[in-house]
């Protein structure tokens, strides 16, 4: 089972890579960009079968190391499920 | 005063640590390794700067899970000082000893350069030694140190006394929030800062404003 995981900046939390892209993109002429926000995507193989065995995993990876709660906000997508 | 620096892969700032405390706390401090278990008897546990792990996922993260660091985490609840520095500091807030997080820096460039630091409170073991809204030079040298915690963890902590030096508005060189460069635990036994006290603490370095530090540390201890 695949699980594909998206790791992004909380609310309110301060972005500056994404500031700059933002400002890369307005220099290369693409008009009307607004926010953008950076984030991480992780891929996990799991040999895990059951989903909800694997969601519950997962959660523990993200809430333990994957993700920084403090900063971040974590959603789990898993293949097959 | 008897103190053990924590070494992980990655750290470099370990040895100019080694050479702050031993000149200024007159005895050799003690080596440990991140794969250890258990810490020796000491009085102060050190967490150097550097790039553990190479900051992969987060600056301080994989250091965090380091076998150590539960042996740091029961010495700190015990009330063992531990400090903290630059990508220690980073380790510390990761680990949850600390609160908040450090974030890229704003301007997203590595810094390296002297800052002014007011001295926040002086009532505490790390910063005795120096006078309440002193302000000295410090060096830091990082790339993620933009100190970010909620509003209600940032009130608290002023409301504690917990912020032990803030840089001055015009040199904070990262974008931390409240300007904050240094904090405490509740206890006030462990501090994280991201300056480099033990980078200015004789004249060959360009001034002594550091020994502060290691200074305030070792009187509260005798």
């Known amino acids: 089972m695949k699980a594909r995981i998206k ?34 995507y992780i891929e996990v193989d799991l040999t895990e079968t059951d989903p909800a065995k694997a969601r519950a995993a997962l959660e523990d990876m993200c809430e333990r190391v994957l993700a920084n709660t403090v900063i971040e906000n974590y959603a789990i997508e898993l293949d097959g499920a | 005063m008897k103190s053990a620096v924590i070494v992980f892969p990655g750290s470099n700032r370990e040895r100019d640590m080694l050479y702050a405390l031993e000149q200024i706390g007159g005895q050799k401090p003690l080596t440990v390794w991140h794969q250890e278990t258990t810490l020796p008897d000491v009085d102060l546990i050190v967490l150097p700067g550097g790039f553990s792990y190479g900051d992969y996922l987060r600056t301080g993260a994989i250091a965090g899970l380091s076998p150590i660091m539960k042996a740091v985490k029961e010495q700190a609840d015990k009330g063992v000082r531990v400090l903290g520095v630059c990508n220690g500091f980073q380790i510390l807030t990761e680990t949850g000893i600390l609160p908040g997080a450090l974030l890229r820096n704003a301007h997203l460039k590595f810094v390296c350069k002297e800052v002014e630091l007011e001295v926040a409170t002086n009532k505490s073991v790390f910063t005795s030694a120096y006078n309440a809204n002193q302000v000295i030079r410090c060096p830091v040298a990082h790339h993620d140190g933009n100190y970010f915690a909620d509003e209600d963890t940032l009130n608290r902590l002023e409301a504690e006394d917990r912020i032990a030096f803030r840089y001055t508005q015009a040199t904070n060189p990262n974008g931390s929030i409240r300007n904050i460069a240094g904090i405490m ?9 991201m300056p480099h006290p033990e980078n200015l603490i004789e004249a060959a370095q360009g001034g002594t404003d550091g020994r502060g530090i290691f200074e305030s540390a070792l009187e509260t201890i005798a």
């Not at chain 1, 900046?9 to 693409?30: E, M, N, R």
Request: glycine share 16%.
């Open chain 1, 7 to 40: 790791i992004t900046l909380k609310t309110g939390v301060l972005d500056p890579q994404g500031k700059a892209i933002s400002h890369a993109l307005d220099q290369l002429g693409f008009d009307g960009i607004g926010d953008v926000r950076q984030g991480k």
């Open chain 2, 185 to 193: 635990n509740e206890q006030k036994n462990v501090l994280g800062m």
